[in-house]
């Protein structure tokens, strides 16, 4: 059985919608057009997507640590409060 967190299926979800671009000098770019400000380059593609991976976890902790409005992905909508569930109920 595979446990799914909901912060890694957002993720998963948005690298989904990620774009890429073979430059004139044969790199890479990639972007994340739903995410603005998430891009990232590299010289092979493999690079870019590792980083363009990096750059969009940085890019959501940041965003939750600052309390910034994060697009809603996939359906996952990280800008909800939590509900927690009373000690008595677990």
Partial sequence: MSVQYILSEYLDRALAQAEYDKLEDGTFAGRIAVCRGVMSFGSTLRECEEELRSVLED????????????????????????????????
Avoid: T
Wanted: proline share 6%; glycine share 10%.
């Fill in 59 to 90: 890019w959501v902790w940041l965003g939750l640590k600052l309390k910034h409005q994060l697009p809603v992905v996939g359906g996952i909508d990280l800008n909800r409060e939590p509900v927690y569930e009373s000690v008595e109920s677990v």
